[in-house]
C-alpha cells in the first residue's frame, strides 16, 4: 500500500493489488512530484528516502525513468531515514552501501547531495545534530518517502516513539533485529542492535508526506486491518456511541476483511456498535446475484461478524426510486453523525467508488453510468463476458467521502499516477471540476518533455 498525505482530502486506506504496482506507483509519483516542482541551480528538490527490501522496486523504476531521460536528479537532494551504529560504512549491509549499490550511483545525484547519517562518527549525538541543522539548510524536505516495520516502526523509531522526536540514536526493538537478520544470513547476533535515525518529528515535518510502501498484499491487508481494528478501539463505541465505517467492495479489500474476521474471532474487535455503509451498487443486478454487492459483503465479511443486519448499510440498485433511494443513503448517513474513516479501492481508470475521472468533489450519492474502462475491469467478476456486466450503478459522491472526518494535517490517498495527480488539482480548486483541462495540461506538459 501506498498512502500519501496532503492537508484537504480526508480518506487513508486505498489498496494497490500488488508489489510490483505499488512500486511503479510510487516511482511515477516521486517523479512527477520532482518535475512539477522544476528543480534547478538555486532551487533544489528535497527527498527523504527509506531502505530494506521494499523500496527497491520503486528505486529500480526510477533509474529505468532516469536511464530513458524522464527524469534527472542533478538538482535532487536526498536524505536518507537511519544508519545502523558502528557497521563499517563499506559493509555490504551498511545503508550507505545499499543506497549507493541500489540506487544512486545508477542516477546523476551529486555526491555531496546524498545524505546518508553517519553511523561510526565519533560524536553521534553531534552527527544527529548536524543531520537535523543539514535538512534545515536544505529548506526542509518536501516530500518523505518511507516503509512500516512489521512491528510499525517507521525508520528506527519504534513504537512508542515521541511524535515531536528528532534525529537521535536508538536501541532496536527485539522485532525489527529478527525482522533484519534476513540481510545478515539469519544470524541476530550479527545484526546491529543500535542505530541513528531521523525522529517521528523530522518526518511529520516534511512538506508532503507519506509513501507508504508493505511488501506485499498480504501485508498490506493485515496493515488496513490493525489500522481499522485501532480506529474502532480508540474510538471505544457503545451503545450510545457507534462508529461510523465506510467500506469498499472488489478483490482488493478481500484480504483486510478476512483478518478483520480473524481479530474478530480471536476476541480482538467487536463490530456490536459499528455502523457500515457501503460506497456503491450495480443497478438492476438482483440482491441475490453473487456479484452483486449485497451478497459480496455479507459471503466475506458480514455473515462472520457481529454487526447487526440493520447497521450494515448497502445502497439498493433495485429500488423502485433510485434518486429517492440514494437521498436517503445520504440522510442516513447524515443521521449516524457522518463517517468516521472512509476505506476505498482506486480503479484502474482512478475511480473512487464509481465516481469516474471527472466527477465533482462535491458530488453526493447518485446514480452513474459506468466508463468503459470500470466495466472491462470488473468483466473478470462475469466470467470475462462484457455484456453481462451491469452498466449503472449507485455510488456515494466524491464529496460525500470528503465528509468523512477522518483527516491527517497532510492526508492523500494513493491510486496511480494520473488518478493522484488529478485528485491534487480537484483538492487545491475543491468546487472547481477542473478533470479536462487538467487532462490537457497533463499531455502538452508530457510532449513537451518528450513522453
Known amino acids: 500500500m501506498v498512502r500519501i498525505e496532503d492537508n484537504r482530502l480526508k480518506m487513508r486506506l486505498v489498496i494497490l493489488d500488488d508489489y510490483d504496482k505499488v512500486s511503479e506507483w510510487s516511482a511515477k509519483y ?12 538555486d532551487k533544489y528538490f528535497t527527498l527523504g528516502l527509506p531502505t530494506g527490501s521494499t523500496p527497491l522496486g520503486t528505486y529500480k523504476k526510477l533509474i529505468e525513468f532516469y536511464k530513458a531521460g524522464k527524469i534527472s536528479f542533478k538538482y535532487v ?21 545499499f543506497m549507493w549499490n541500489n540506487f544512486f550511483k545508477h542516477i546523476d545525484i551529486a555526491p555531496e547531495n546524498a ?60 522485532e525489527t533485529i529478527v525482522a533484519n537478520a534476513r ?37 498490506v491487508s493485515e496493515w488496513s486491518a490493525k489500522y481499522i481494528r485501532r480506529r474502532i478501539l480508540d474510538f471505544n463505541p457503545g451503545p450510545d456511541k457507534y462508529f ?61 461478524i457481529d454487526i447487526a443486519p440493520e447497521n450494515a448499510h448497502i445502497l439498493d440498485g433495485n429500488a423502485q426510486d433510485v434518486n429517492k433511494e440514494c437521498e436517503e443513503y445520504e440522510r442516513k448517513i447524515a443521521e449516524a453523525g457522518g463517517i468516521e474513516l472512509f476505506v476505498g479501492g482506486i480503479g484502474p481508470d482512478g475511480h473512487i467508488a464509481f465516481n469516474e475521472p471527472g466527477s ?23 466470467g470475462g463476458d462484457l455484456s453481462q456486466v451491469p452498466n449503472r450503478a449507485l455510488t456515494v459522491g466524491v464529496g460525500t467521502v470528503m465528509d468523512a472526518r477522518e483527516q491527517h494535517p497532510r492526508t492523500i490517498f494513493v491510486c496511480d499516477e494520473d488518478a ?18 487538467h487532462n490537457q495540461l497533463i499531455e502538452e506538459k508530457d510532449k513537451s518533455s518528450g513522453e
Not at 516521486?30 to 541551480?41: C, M, Q, V, Y
Not at 539469519?186 to 511488501?215: H, K, Y
Not at 455502523?275 to 443486478?285: G, I, Q, R
Open 30 to 41: 516521486i517523479r512527477r512530484r520532482i518535475l512539477d516542482f522544476n528543480p534547478g541551480p
Open 77 to 97: 537532494i536526498t536524505f536518507n531515514m537511519d544508519e545502523y551504529v558502528a557497521l563499517p560504512r563499506d559493509h555490504p549491509e551498511s545503508y550507505h552501501s
Open 115 to 174: 545524505h546518508i547519517l553517519d553511523g561510526n562518527a565519533q560524536d553521534v549525538n553531534k552527527e544527529c545534530e548536524e543531520y537535523e541543522r543539514k535538512i534545515a539548510e536544505a529548506g526542509g524536505i518536501e516530500l518523505f518517502v518511507g516503509g512500516i516495520g512489521p512491528d510499525g516502526h517507521i525508520a528506527f523509531n519504534e513504537p512508542g516513539s515521541s511524535l515531536v522526536s528528532r534525529t537521535r540514536i536508538k536501541t532496536l526493538a527485539k
Open 183 to 219: 540481510f545478515f544470513g539469519g544470524d541476530l547476533s550479527q545484526v546491529p542492535n543500535r542505530a541513528l535515525t531521523v525522529g517521528v518529528g523530522t518526518v511529520m515535518d516534511a512538506r508532503e508526506m507519506r509513501l507508504v510502501i508493505l511488501d506485499d498484499y498480504d501485508k
Open 244 to 304: 461510523t465505517l465506510g467500506l469498499p467492495t472488489g478483490s482488493t479489500p478481500l484480504g483486510t476483511y478476512k483478518k478483520l474476521i480473524e481479530f474478530y474471532k480471536a476476541g480482538k474487535i467487536s463490530f456490536k456498535y459499528v455502523k457500515t455503509f457501503n460506497m456503491d451498487e450495480y443497478v438492476a443486478l438482483p440482491r441475490g446475484h453473487p456479484e452483486s454487492y449485497h451478497s459480496f459483503m455479507w459471503n466475506n465479511f458480514f455473515k462472520h
Open 360 to 382: 465533482s468533489l462535491v458530488s453526493r450519492t447518485r446514480i452513474k453510468t459506468l466508463a468503459k474502462e470500470t466495466i472491462v475491469a470488473n468483466a473478470r467478476f462475469f
Open 420 to 437: 493522484t495527480l488529478e485528485l491534487k488539482v480537484k483538492t487545491v480548486k475543491y468546487f472547481k471540476d477542473l478533470m479536462k483541462l
